[in-house]
């Protein structure tokens, strides 16, 4: 029995070998197949040579913004049907893509990488973490999460690569008309993603473009709407670009109908499309030259088209959401307008209405409108009381800063919460103790402490604080720049020399190259661009020399 079991058991075992066999087999060469086309992400790729695409070094993105021209690289098979690669919500359009030798070694040859390139959009989110999906061959795997920013941040400390360009002159052909009234030459300015400058006084608007300036609207000018109706820029009371730069809103004293003119002054808040230069009238309204029936001017919010609104100080934020003081002054039997007008009217910013509404308004994509802020002059409004119709943007659309004060002498600045539609902190810019982060290492021009810094809605200097896209605070302090960040209560010299920030040097003297030994005196600071550069100009009252304007960047060596 034992000799004849062994026989017959290799026998039954080789059998069952070559039944097993042919199916390990195919499980094998399925695994391969799965394998090689499988699409999977590279996290670095670095090739120094044979290549005209080289030298190569790439790593994964962590971070990028909207516009900007992102590369992945992996096995990717951008051309196989059904191949998708979906950044947050949106598709990715691949622009080309390229291949490369892979530089490791394998024990069965794997092919080349694909390397896609593609444009990030708005409409893929802007936020942390979104999503990086690859659908390649029917399989879909999922790559790191990347943080989507429509604007670049600073470096959170002085950055000693700052570097100053001229970009742009201007000076008004007709001076005359700007001196006799004392008007300001800029009262509004606003720069777009791509740097692009909008600026506007009581008689005219003009664009900064790639160094040269034009005229978009001036008074006296017939604007032909879409509409269908015309009407006559009067004065000029604001302007402000969207941040991508394809959109223009302004608002102005017009006439346009005789027989409203005879009882009424007429405003209009328009849009103004900068591709076509068509116009579109988003609110027009009346009010009354004399005396009138006593109204309180509501409702003060919901659609834009429903309300009475005589729209100043305009700015927009990165998701195009206008902001604008409304100024509108409603009917009375004991007042006439004329103190209104006249305030309305001045060319400087040391002025403002009264016997009005003062509301800071909050106007979005949708047409609707929110009150925010208001500064009480004895009319009914909607949203946390202020004492001034000025405020203070976040180009980001998380707040909105409204001027605080008891003394009248000093003002404090009132965050409001837009997004939670809620008050925020009561900041005492001038009297809390900031700590001074010094990162200067010549005692020279070492600064030890920190200060705080004043905040008057009604100084002389236009737009002498901006805040950054990283949250933080822009003052021009003296004869350099500093920053603040209000919340941890830091300050440090964004700009010009440390002690610039008190008493200059008297090297401190320069109007371009290295930041540093640039003097700030006086500038009206306007905004950042996409790549985080700061715009500011010089010289909005100088009637014998004009405006100068100016771009301030990490110049790398």
Not at 52 to 73: E, F, G, K
Not at 450 to 470: C, E, H, W
């Amino acid at each position: 029995m034992k000799k004849t079991f062994l026989p017959l058991a290799r026998l039954c075992l080789y059998a069952i070998c070559l039944l097993v066999l042919p199916t390990a087999c195919k499980k094998v060469d399925d695994h391969s197949t799965m394998v090689l086309s499988q699409p999977w992400l590279a996290d670095y790729y670095t090739q120094l040579s044979g290549s005209r695409l080289a030298p190569i070094t790439w790593t994964y993105p962590s971070t990028l913004l909207v516009d900007d021209t992102a590369v992945l690289i992996g096995k990717l098979f951008p051309y196989s049907p059904g191949t998708r690669i979906m950044i947050g919500d949106a598709e990715a359009k691949i622009i080309d893509t390229a291949q490369f030798a892979q530089n490791y070694t394998t024990y069965t040859p794997q092919g080349k990488l694909d390397a896609v390139r593609f444009l990030i959009t708005k409409e893929m989110g802007v936020g942390n973490n979104r999503p990086v999906t690859i659908t390649a061959n029917g399989i879909t795997i999922h790559g790191p999460a990347i943080n989507i920013r429509r604007t670049a941040t600073g470096a959170g400390r002085t950055d000693t690569t700052l570097w100053v360009d001229e970009i742009a002159q201007w000076k008004p052909d007709n001076m005359n008309d700007y001196t006799s009234k004392g008007n300001y030459l800029a009262l509004q300015l606003s720069n777009d993603n791509g740097g692009n400058i909008y600026f506007s006084n009581r008689l005219a608007i003009q664009a900064v473009n790639n160094g040269h300036s034009s005229t978009l609207l001036k008074s006296g000018d017939i604007v032909h709407e879409d509409k269908g109706s015309d009407f006559k820029i009067g004065q000029i009371f604001g302007s402000a670009v969207t941040f991508e730069g394809n959109a223009l809103f302004f608002s102005a004293e017009v006439t346009d109908n005789p027989a409203d003119e005879k009882t009424a002054y007429i405003f209009r808040l328009c849009k103004m499309d900068l591709a076509t230069k068509t116009v579109t009238t988003i609110n027009r309204t009346l009010v009354a030259r004399g005396f009138a029936a006593d109204e309180t001017g509501a409702p003060f919010q919901g659609s834009i088209s429903q309300l009475k609104v005589v729209a100043l100080t305009l700015h927009t934020d990165i998701n195009d959401n206008l902001y604008y003081t409304n100024a509108y002054a409603p009917g009375s039997s004991t007042g006439n307008h004329q103190g209104w007008y006249q305030g309305l009217c001045a060319g400087t910013p040391t002025y403002e209405s009264f016997n009005c509404i003062l509301l800071i308004s909050r106007l979005d994509a949708s047409g609707k409108v929110h009150g925010l802020m208001y500064y009480d002059l004895g009319y009914g409004a909607t949203g946390f009381p202020v004492f001034s119709g000025n405020y203070l943007p976040d180009p980001s659309g998380k707040s909105v800063y409204g001027y605080f004060t008891t003394t009248y002498v000093r003002y404090d600045m009132l965050q409001y919460n837009v997004e939670d539609d809620d008050k925020g902190a009561l900041f005492n810019t001038y009297g809390d103790t900031y700590i001074f982060h010094s990162y200067e290492d010549n005692p020279l021009y070492k600064k030890l402490s920190g200060n705080g810094f004043i905040t008057d809605p009604y100084a002389p200097q236009i737009n002498p604080v901006l805040q950054l896209t990283d949250g933080t605070m822009l003052v021009s302090s003296n004869s350099s720049l500093a920053s603040y960040d209000l919340r941890n209560k830091i300050q440090f010299c964004y700009a010009g020399t440390e002690i610039g920030l008190d008493a200059p040097p008297a090297e401190q003297n320069k109007k371009t190259g290295l930041a540093k030994w640039v003097d700030f005196t006086g500038v009206t600071l306007i905004g950042q661009d996409k790549t985080g550069a700061v715009y500011y100009c010089s010289g909005i009252s100088d009637y014998d020399n004009g405006i100068t304007f100016y771009k301030m960047y990490p110049k790398k060596k």
